[in-house]
């Protein structure tokens, strides 16, 4: 894989995009959100071209006449790279690269790039490097010679483990890669049974397109110190805070990371140990920056990833308006908030709406809890425990050698206790 390489002077990139919109159609900020992906990366866009056409063409993705105004465009600019808002055929990448004389990215390659540098753990950094070899094998037949024409070339596209990889022997990378599946699903059983142990607990996930403001809302709400930057998948790695809700009760919410519109399905494959804390949680707090473009798409976007690529076909969510300090278009905003009933604004930045947001909260644990008056053996000291850690008791009272106690359990949990009703 290509790779950004860190210079004092960010790499020079010209950007490329083709698809069925007119010139001048909404379909076109896809470019907008590829600069920003190449700015992330650590590059600067100096030209943008986009080609209207019905179906890729099998040589340069671009038509030929396209490939040469790109090969025009990299000379006057001086750009090293190339980046594409599309996948391409390493055919494609290649061919390109003989004609153009720099080397050619994809949209995938760019978004791994992004992860491998922003990957601190040990679990991030071995979810990217399944990603990245995920994204290879299937490339390797026709990437040996063009591997072997751009090594040493450095830069975007090659950063983290998948690239030395890349330059073994496919029963290598076969060994790697069921290392790696075996290493992570270690790793997502540990998640589920501690993510099981929450079970008593309202366990809420913040979820949204990249860059939403989701750690900043985490920050918010918890008071916690967690990183926050205005970048495109500044988090990789899941985190965790207990906080108290108005009412009292713990509720343990997770921060995750971002979605992307065409976001690779190897990368999603490869994050699932990080995306189980989505999975198993109660609710949703699905964040949307109200102040940027595109908001109905990328409500969409995050829809799709959590029903198709995270198989999640029954989940509850609370859409979360955020950024509404910064919303300049007034009427637009209106407009999204007629089409969407059921939200709450706020700005994680001043705090505004937050305590209306845990609010929400407050009222979901409570349709979630189930209160039940129960008569229970002096002496059972085990079953106590038990409605103690996993509710709340509002009163007990002691009658004879009985226990006769009123408790708030979560109502997937009363079940296991109705036999002691009274």
């Known amino acids: 894989m290509h790779k950004i390489e860190k210079k004092k002077r960010p790499e020079r990139a010209v950007l490329v995009g083709a698809g069925t919109a007119d010139v001048n159609d909404t379909d076109l900020t896809m470019l907008d959100e590829l600069e920003e992906l190449a700015r992330t990366a650590g590059v600067r866009c100096v030209d943008r071209l986009y080609q209207r056409r019905q179906r890729p063409d099998t040589t340069y993705y671009i038509g030929k006449g396209k490939a040469e105004e790109l090969a025009s465009s990299i000379r006057e600019h001086e750009a090293q790279c190339v980046l594409f808002d599309n996948d391409l055929t390493p055919r494609q990448v290649r061919n390109l690269e003989e004609k153009i004389g720099c080397k050619v990215l994809d949209r995938s390659e760019v978004i791994l790039d992004i992860f491998a540098t922003h990957a601190q753990t040990m679990e991030s950094r071995l979810q990217v490097e399944l990603a990245q070899l995920r ?56 998640k589920e049974r501690q993510v099981g142990s929450r079970e008593e607990k309202l366990t809420v996930a913040l979820v949204g397109y990249t860059n939403a403001g989701k750690s900043t809302l985490m920050s918010c709400i918890t008071g916690a110190d967690v990183y926050q930057a205005d970048k495109l998948f500044a988090t990789l790695d899941t985190k965790t805070s207990d906080i108290e809700l108005p009412n009292g009760q713990t509720a343990f919410i997770s921060d995750t990371v971002g979605f992307i519109e065409n976001l690779p399905h190897h990368l999603v494959a490869s994050f699932h140990a990080t995306l189980e804390e989505v999975r198993q949680a109660k609710i949703l707090l699905h964040v949307v920056s109200a102040s940027e473009p595109g908001v109905e ?126």
């Open 135 to 190: 994204y290879t094998l299937p490339r390797l037949k026709r990437m040996w010679t063009h591997l072997s024409r751009i090594s040493g070339q450095g830069g975007i596209g090659s950063r983290g483990p998948g690239e030395k990889q890349i330059e073994t022997d496919r029963r290598l990378i076969d060994r790697r890669l069921h290392q790696l599946e075996s290493e992570l699903k270690e790793i997502q059983v540990r």
């Open 297 to 422: 798409m990328k409500i969409q976007t995050v829809d799709d990833v959590l029903q198709n690529a995270l198989d999640m076909k029954d989940y509850r969510q609370i859409l979360v308006f955020n950024k509404i300090d910064a919303v300049e278009d007034q009427i637009a905003f209106s407009a999204l908030k007629n089409k969407h009933k059921d939200f709450i604004e706020v700005s994680a930045k001043t705090g505004e709406g937050v305590e209306t947001l845990l609010q929400a909260l407050v009222e979901f644990d409570e349709e979630s809890r189930e209160v039940l008056e129960l008569e229970i053996d002096a002496a059972d000291g085990k079953i106590q425990a038990q409605l103690n850690r996993l509710g709340e008791i509002l009163e007990t009272e002691y009658v004879g050698n009985r226990v006769h106690m009123k408790v708030s359990l979560p109502k997937q949990m009363a079940s296991h206790f109705k036999q002691y009703e009274r």
